[in-house]
T-cell receptor, first 113, second 115 residues
Framework: SQQGEEDPQALSIQEGENATMNCSYK?????LQWYRQNSGRGLVHLIL?????REKHSGRLRVTLDTSKKSSSLLITASRAADTASYFC?????????????FGGGTRLMVKP | NAGVTQTPKFQVLKTGQSMTLQCAQD?????MYWYRQDPGMGLRLIYY???????DKGEVPNGYNVSRLNKREFSLRLESAAPSQTSVYFC??????????????FGSGTQLSVL
């Protein structure tokens, strides 16, 4: 079963606009991570936010975490055509018996030049 | 550094055939993982190895076996392939393993079709 669910499933914007993707999850977590996947490639780690953190920045990326709502958002500011990719949230549930980072279904982002 | 290397990149099998997917990492990571990715399903964990000499089942282990050959290599074997195993398979690694708030490093994937 999927722990994280991204919303929207697909997003199309113009270059320069901001892109916001959301992730909801079901159980308490140790951390939440965001990954990017370019077409035909493996996933690349973008950012990790711990359960005791509320906001984190990395370059043009801003991630927020609301543990009371069990949700996170990824904001990409001033998007570029090169940001076109699928974005996945992944959660590290506290109930894990082992290393079972759980991924959502992803948001497909298209940035039009 | 190559990071995580998977072979082969593409494979077509007939139902009932067997094959082994190979994965190697050169980052001296302790933990390694095998995921499968299906459309709209995200990635699902098949098996993982928290450290050399140990392996554990993930969310979808049926029909698969794994071997942690040494610290660098973690292979995934399909003994009798089924069409339901048509998927893209990803190998990943992480430095220390459980509870360490770690990120995963992924290979570029193996696209497997079972006819």
């Amino acid at each position: 079963s999927q722990q994280g669910e991204e919303d929207p499933q697909a997003l199309s914007i113009q270059e320069g606009e901001n892109a916001t993707m959301n992730c909801s999850y079901k159980t308490s977590i140790n951390n939440l991570q965001w990954y990017r996947q370019n077409s035909g490639r493996g996933l690349v780690h973008l950012i990790l936010i711990r359960s005791n953190e509320r906001e984190k920045h990395s370059g043009r990326l801003r991630v927020t975490l609301d543990t009371s709502k069990k949700s996170s958002s990824l904001l990409i500011t001033a998007s570029r055509a090169a940001d076109t990719a699928s974005y996945f949230c992944a959660t590290d549930p506290r109930t894990n018996a082992g290393n079972m980072l759980t991924f959502g279904g992803g948001t497909r982002l298209m940035v039009k030049p | 550094n190559a990071g995580v290397t998977q072979t082969p990149k593409f494979q077509v099998l007939k139902t009932g055939q067997s094959m082994t997917l190979q994965c190697a990492q050169d980052m001296n990571h302790n933990s390694m993982y095998w995921y499968r990715q299906d459309p709209g399903m995200g990635l699902r964990l098949i098996y993982y190895s928290a450290s050399e000499g140990t392996t554990d089942k993930g969310e979808v282990p049926n029909g698969y076996n794994v071997s942690r050959l040494n610290k660098r290599e973690f292979s995934l074997r399909l003994e009798s392939a089924a069409p339901s195993q048509t998927s893209v398979y990803f190998c990943a690694s992480s430095e220390r393993g459980r509870g360490a708030n770690e990120k995963l490093f992924f290979g570029s994937g193996t696209q497997l079709s079972v006819l």
